[in-house]
């Protein structure tokens, strides 16, 4: 978080939490606020705890932008993949990488920006 100059545990967001689906698709600063806690990152932290401690959660980390991407994809020996986990439909709310991928790579990295040769 001080690396990036951040405050709060926004870019952390729930996408699947068995014990509570009502924290699905929220921030673990939204859920620290939801769950009656100051907005310090310190009580965030232990929001994040509490979570593990219940058995955990996928979650998915909004870090990167389409900036850092095309700087990356400049690389001479790179390859692009997606990491994102199996779904189940309908359950959970999943990373947008998990879907298409490959297909917005290539229309919008070489098509609109020529960012691959």
Known sequence: MKKRKLKHFSYAVVASFRPDSSFNGKSIEEINLM?????????????????MMKGGASAVFHGMGDEDVKY?????????????????????????RGYGTNARVLQICERRKGTVT
């Open 35 to 51: 769950m009656g806690r100051r907005h310090k990152a310190k009580e965030e932290a232990q929001t994040i705890i509490d979570i």
């Open 72 to 96: 990356i994809m400049r690389y001479p020996f790179n390859m692009f993949a997606s990491d994102a986990s199996i779904r189940i439909f309908n359950q959970g709310v999943p990373h947008p």
